[in-house]
Structure formats: structure tokens, C-alpha cells
């Protein structure tokens, strides 16, 4: 007698080499589409994690391009700030004040 592969209870053997060799090659069918279906599966995991791997060199690529660019800014804000440009604060705010009075003027003769 023989265990079957799912269940919990036995069947007996075949009697006959006939009957051997069907149960043999219905094995065999069953383990090539099992086999089929693997591979299928192992086929899309690979295509899956090459889009995925791609989309993560882009990521790095604009990362990088990102970090270049807010290095160069950095550099031109600490250039700025060491020069002897004493008054910009006030040139600012100046700039600013002079530019909300026009825009008050302007939205309030409407």
C-alpha cells in the first residue's frame, strides 16, 4: 500500500504493469505542468524585478542630479553671504516695502 500525495488514506498498489505505467506517465503530466508553471512564474519575477531595478537606477540618477544641483546653490548662497555686501538685508527689505506699497495702490484705486 502507498500514502497518497494530498490525503490521509491509503490506496493499493496497482495489480498490473499497465495500470503502473498510466499512473507513472498521469505523474508525469502533472509534474510538467507544475513544472510549466514554475517557470512562467520564475519568467515574470525576472521581468518584474529588472522594471523595478531600472526604476530604481532613474531614481538614484535624479538624485544625484538633485543633490548637484542644491550643492551648487549652497555654494553660491555661502559665496553671497561672504561678501562685502553689508547693506543687502536692507536693500531688501527696502525692495520689498517699495513693491507691496505699489501692489496696495494699485489693488485699492481699482
Same mark, same amino acid.
Given at each position: 500500500?502507498?500514502?497518497?500525495?494530498?490525503?490521509?488514506?491509503?490506496e493499493?498498489?496497482?495489480?498490473?504493469?499497465?495500470?503502473?505505467?498510466?499512473?507513472?506517465? +498521469?505523474?508525469?503530466?502533472? @509534474?510538467?505542468?507544475?513544472?510549466?508553471?514554475? *517557470?512562467? $512564474? =520564475?519568467?515574470?519575477?525576472? &521581468?518584474?524585478?529588472?522594471?523595478?531595478?531600472?526604476?530604481?537606477?532613474d531614481?538614484?540618477?535624479?538624485?544625484? +542630479?538633485?543633490?548637484?544641483? @542644491?550643492?551648487?546653490?549652497?555654494?553660491?548662497? *555661502?559665496? $553671497? =553671504?561672504?561678501?562685502?555686501? &553689508?547693506?543687502?538685508?536692507?536693500?531688501?527689505?527696502?525692495?520689498?516695502?517699495?513693491?507691496?506699497?505699489?501692489?496696495?495702490?494699485?489693488?485699492?484705486?481699482?
Amino acid at each position: 500500500m502507498r500514502r497518497a500525495h494530498a490525503g490521509n488514506y491509503y490506496e493499493p498498489l496497482p495489480q498490473s504493469s499497465n495500470e503502473i505505467e498510466g499512473e507513472n506517465e +498521469r505523474m508525469e503530466q502533472e @509534474l510538467a505542468e507544475k513544472i510549466g508553471v514554475l *517557470k512562467s $512564474l =520564475s519568467i515574470d519575477i525576472g &521581468n518584474e524585478v529588472k522594471y523595478q531595478d531600472k526604476l530604481l537606477r532613474d531614481v538614484d540618477d535624479d538624485l544625484d +542630479r538633485t543633490g548637484g544641483f @542644491l550643492g551648487k546653490t549652497m555654494n553660491r548662497v *555661502k559665496k $553671497l =553671504s561672504r561678501g562685502s555686501h &553689508n547693506y543687502i538685508v536692507l536693500y531688501l527689505f527696502i525692495f520689498s516695502f517699495v513693491v507691496f506699497f505699489i501692489l496696495y495702490l494699485v489693488l485699492k484705486f481699482r
